[in-house]
């Protein structure tokens, strides 16, 4: 069984889903358990998916599904199995991106497999080989800030707030920032000392329909951050040049679509190095240097319908070019930094 969160549903519809869901597994939830999805059909990284498996661990432990908090996410490089081995199991030879997902809840730590679409509680799998998968190669890296991005939202809509506040939500902003792995950004009440590593995350901005915009801090070393909702001290701003650039460009494709502008979401923004001086915008008869143009970004965004529209550009300058609506332009993908 695989349980999805379809994108900008109703908060009510998505929340009596939610509830729904958690009931059931509730009910069923057993020692031994099967994988709770199907083989994965699609190997690539879910978004949903994540969320899923937090209201899955809610339902088998019986607890409320904010009571799930994540920890820690890793890109893993599997076949078909998702790094679930079970005796007598054939596992197609593909080799597609995953996330082992660290949940905690009661004290102590479960661990999901997420792979496309599908989720797989591989501590509720008796018999099974667990595997952490192979290392990633850079062009398959995740997009743990669209990932997370995503999961925040589902999360402010279906658990932080009441459908009677808030119907939906939409991505504005995500922002990359490095954090204290203690502390991204925010000393919770009662913390004295943060560590002094730096990691990679962002600052995700969320609008929602009550008016209201929602904060939160999240990385693949320490999870999500819901800083709304937590007892503490924020300590850190996300860069307003990014903000303002990203507003730019939310503008840019309102206007060319005839849409508001409150009416397109952010979907992923990620920092990169473009191979070429046309910072992978390619056309028909314009010669672009070769070398490699660091500082550069690749942005995504989407219309009510779903559909997905890239900007390429640079943080430095700053300028952006939108990419989608250039006619007969061949676009090349950037190279993803670490």
């Known amino acids: 069984?695989?349980?999805?969160?379809?994108?900008?549903?109703?908060?009510?519809?998505?929340?009596?889903?939610?509830?729904?869901?958690?009931?059931?597994?509730?009910?069923?939830?057993?020692?031994?358990?099967?994988?709770?999805?199907?083989?994965?059909?699609?190997?690539?990284?879910?978004?949903?998916?994540?969320?899923?498996?937090?209201?899955?661990?809610?339902?088998?432990?019986?607890?409320?599904?904010?009571?799930?908090?994540?920890?820690?996410?890793?890109?893993?490089?599997?076949?078909?199995c998702a790094g679930v081995g079970l005796p007598g199991k054939a596992c197609r030879e593909l080799f597609g991106a995953g996330i082992i997902a660290s949940f905690r809840a009661e004290g102590k730590g479960y661990r999901y497999h997420i792979f496309g679409n599908d989720f797989y509680a591989t501590d509720f799998i008796k018999g099974a080989t667990i595997s952490d998968g192979s290392p990633l190669p850079n062009q398959m890296r995740i997009d743990f800030g669209a990932v997370l991005a995503e999961y925040s939202r589902l999360e402010l809509v279906q658990l932080r707030l009441s459908p009677a506040r808030?119907?939906?939500a939409r991505i504005t902003n995500i922002v990359p920032a490095g954090f204290s792995s203690s502390c991204p950004g925010f000393i919770p009440r009662g913390v004295d000392a943060c560590t002094t590593d730096l990691v990679p995350g962002d600052v995700i901005l969320i609008a929602g329909s009550d008016?209201?915009?929602?904060?939160?801090?999240?990385?693949?070393?320490?999870?999500?951050?819901?800083?709304?909702?937590?007892?503490?001290?924020?300590?850190?701003?996300?860069?307003?040049?990014?903000?303002?650039?990203?507003?730019?460009?939310?503008f840019d494709l309102a206007r060319r679509l005839g849409l508001r502008d409150d009416e397109i979401a952010l979907k992923s923004y990620r920092e990169v190095t473009w191979p070429d001086g046309c910072l992978g915008v390619s056309k028909p008869g314009v010669m672009c240097t070769q070398a490699l143009v660091p500082g550069g970004f690749l942005a995504i965004y989407t219309d009510p319908a779903g559909k997905d529209y890239r900007y390429h550009g640079l943080i430095t300058e700053p300028r952006f070019i939108a990419a989608s609506f250039e006619r007969g332009a061949t676009l090349t993908d950037p190279i993803f930094g670490d």
């Open 211 to 250: 008016g209201r915009t929602y904060r939160y801090h999240v990385g693949a070393a320490f999870g999500v951050v819901a800083t709304d909702f937590e007892f503490g001290k924020i300590t850190m701003e996300p860069d307003p040049r990014a903000i303002e650039l990203q507003g730019k460009m939310r």
């Open 1 to 80: 069984m695989s349980i999805r969160s379809p994108r900008g549903a109703p908060a009510v519809c998505l929340a009596l889903a939610a509830l729904a869901a958690v009931f059931f597994l509730a009910c069923s939830a057993k020692d031994g358990d099967t994988p709770v999805t199907a083989t994965p059909t699609a190997p690539v990284a879910g978004e949903s998916a994540l969320f899923a498996a937090r209201l899955d661990l809610a339902g088998r432990l019986r607890i409320a599904p904010v009571d799930v908090q994540l920890r820690q996410l890793r890109g893993a490089g599997w076949d078909s």
């Open 166 to 168: 808030i119907v939906t």
